[in-house]
Nanobody
Framework: DVELVESGGGPVQAGGSLRLSCAIS????????IGWFRQAPGNERERVSC????????WYADSVKGRFAVNSDNSKSAVYLQMSSLKPEDTAAYYC????????????????????WGQGAQVTVFS
């Protein structure tokens, strides 16, 4: 079974950093692309980042570009989202998901997870 578990969330002061971890089992990061998403109360879930399993190419939402970085560690069966210069508007529940692809052609898509959503990791940025 495909399973992903997020961890590393918590409260952080604006301007600070956090690293979220996505522990994967039942597959490797070479099998599926891994996307990071977030959802704030009252808002729809949105894309944050994606790392393509075929070539390691990464994608970022404009709102986090230059502040967030995604990388995978196949030896640890984990994918990480390093978040820096955090802002209160980054407050949300963050989810990782296994995806068949990050893109269609050159377009980053809002792909459907292969096996649903995990419990997420809450990130709260206070000013």
């Amino acid at each position: 079974d495909v399973e992903l578990v997020e961890s590393g969330g918590g409260p952080v002061q604006a301007g600070g950093s956090l690293r979220l971890s996505c522990a994967i089992s039942g597959f490797t990061s070479e099998d599926y692309s891994i996307g990071w998403f977030r959802q704030a109360p009252g808002n729809e879930r949105e894309r944050v980042s994606c790392i393509d399993n075929s070539d390691g190419k990464t994608w970022y939402a404009d709102s986090v570009k230059g502040r967030f970085a995604v990388n995978s560690d196949n030896s640890k069966s984990a994918v990480y989202l390093q978040m820096s210069s955090l802002k209160p508007e980054d407050t949300a529940a963050y989810y990782c998901a296994a995806l068949l692809m990050c893109t269609v052609g050159n377009d980053w898509i809002m792909a459907t997870p292969v096996d649903g959503w995990g419990q997420g990791a809450q990130v709260t940025v206070f000013s």
